[in-house]
């Protein structure tokens, strides 16, 4: 549906590793099919599945459905019921009052933003191995959220400190996730969403 840089430790650019992406469609014949740019519709598909993005996920089972004359309720029917994978937006726990979600597999800025734009956390936990990734977005859109706290690991926690203006973020720099459990326990508010989503390799 969208494509943004990711790896580059292994690849040059940007451009480098669109290319490589976009060989999976390379060898294609007439009658094979290709789905992408698909628009957010206009009334959102009920699922379990949380954001604006995820709709954007789901658009392509619909196309396949088409594709293969599956009746469409029984498509809307798997898409209400599929539950979403571990460490995708999951709800790990609730205590305290804190909901505490993992979003692990948001190995990139772009995916971060994301799940802040679907939970509107108080507290942010990222940071990680470094792919070369711009963090200048993620900064803005943590200067313009609802989060109060950051925290945030090596390597990239730095970089992404440092694309973060706002004065009323605090930021806290940690070795060991147990630390950072202890401060979004000492930092988040009763009700409020503390959000693992690391914009980078773990």
């Known amino acids: 549906q969208n494509i943004y840089p990711d790896h580059l430790d292994y690849h040059k650019d940007f451009e480098e590793y669109k290319n490589a992406k976009l060989n999976i469609s390379k060898y294609q014949?007439?009658?094979d099919y290709f789905i992408h740019d698909l628009p957010l519709p206009t009334k959102p598909i009920e699922s379990q599945l949380l954001g604006k993005h995820n709709q954007l996920n789901i658009l392509p089972s619909i196309e396949i459905g088409k594709i293969l004359v599956i009746p469409k309720?029984?498509?809307l029917a798997a898409i209400k019921t599929f539950v979403p994978l571990e460490t995708r937006l999951q709800?790990?726990?609730?205590?305290?009052?804190?909901?505490f979600y993992a979003?692990?597999?948001?190995?990139i800025p772009e995916a971060t933003i994301a799940a802040i734009?679907?939970?509107?956390?108080?507290t942010l936990i990222a940071g990680g191995h470094d792919r070369h990734q711009v963090y200048t977005e993620l900064g803005k859109k943590i200067?313009?959220?609802?989060?109060?706290?950051?925290?945030?690991f090596?390597?990239?926690?730095?970089?992404?400190k440092g694309a973060v203006t706002s004065k009323s973020v605090q930021c806290f720099l940690v070795n060991s996730m147990q630390e950072a459990v202890n401060l979004a326990f000492e930092h988040t508010e009763e009700n409020g969403i503390c959000l693992l989503s690391p914009a980078a390799p773990s």
């Not at 709800?91 to 909901?99: D, L, Q």
């Not at 979003?103 to 190995?107: E, G, P």
């Not at 200067?143 to 945030?152: A, H, R, V």
């Open 29 to 31: 014949k007439p009658g």
């Open 73 to 75: 309720n029984k498509v």
């Open 143 to 152: 200067d313009g959220s609802n989060i109060k706290t950051l925290i945030l």
């Open 103 to 107: 979003d692990t597999l948001a190995t």
């Open 154 to 160: 090596p390597v990239t926690g730095e970089r992404i």
């Open 91 to 99: 709800v790990v726990a609730t205590k305290n009052g804190i909901s």
């Open 117 to 122: 734009d679907a939970l509107n956390p108080q």
